[in-house]
């Protein structure tokens, strides 16, 4: 039983368009993350927070933004979405080291 | 600058034997490192960590080596099931850092019947 939600778990979209990739989480965890990952290649942190409306970057340029208006809400939109924004995002949440990570949302933009 | 580092994209082990997966590390302030296994189109799920003061912990089949004198942990998978086979990711924080994790790009094991 997941306690952290990633919607949709697949999307295939044009470029151009808007998209708003969903992340919550039932746990009451003030930090929460958004990694982005390749085949074969490492988690890149994109996004983080420690709480509500405190929002960061991570260490991997992202030409995506994140909100935190509540603790248990952490959507990703991506303006205008492009082919190299294909990728896999994985949004986790934590306590001290203890992290849990969503199912993740495979992106294609074609 | 990669400062958490799986050379090995792949690994294969017969059923029963024991599998070893390496990661390295260049940062020396790191004092955590942690496991993580992941199916294809799942999130990655922790599986064994360590602190920088202990060399070795084990749980089960699991046991996580750290040297700190050479940077390098290993994870030992004993005996290696089927349901073993997976990507394993190894990671690294810094306390302050605020509990980021760093990820290696990930090592798949598989292991065959």
């Known amino acids: 039983e997941a306690d952290i939600y990633q919607t949709p778990r697949y999307l295939v979209i044009g470029t151009g368009k808007k998209i708003t990739l969903e992340c919550s989480q039932t746990m009451g965890h003030d930090k929460m993350y958004w990694y982005q990952q390749d085949p074969g290649m490492e988690l890149h942190l994109i996004h983080y927070s420690y709480g509500v409306n405190s929002t960061e970057k991570g260490d991997l340029s992202s030409e995506s933004t994140v909100s935190r208006i509540r603790t248990e809400h952490f959507p990703l939109t991506l303006e205008s979405a492009r082919p190299s924004h294909t990728s896999q995002y994985l949004c986790a949440s934590s306590v001290g080291l203890g992290y849990t990570f969503g199912s993740g949302t495979r992106l294609t933009v074609v | 600058d990669q400062q958490v580092k799986q050379n090995s994209p792949s690994l294969s082990v017969q059923e029963g034997r024991i599998s070893i997966l390496n990661c390295d590390y260049t940062n020396s302030m790191f004092d955590y490192f942690l496991w993580y296994k992941k199916y294809p189109a799942e999130g990655p799920t922790f599986l064994i960590s360590?602190?920088?003061?202990?060399d070795k912990n084990e749980d089960g089949r699991f046991t996580v080596f750290l040297n700190k004198s050479a940077k390098h942990l290993s994870l030992h998978i004993v005996p290696s099931q089927p349901g073993d086979s997976a990507v394993y990711f190894c990671?690294?924080?810094?306390?302050?850092?605020?509990?980021?994790?760093?990820f290696g790009q990930g090592t798949e094991l598989s292991v065959k019947p």
């Open positions: 990671a690294a924080s810094e306390y302050n850092q605020g509990g980021k994790l760093i």
């Open positions: 360590i602190s920088s003061i202990k």
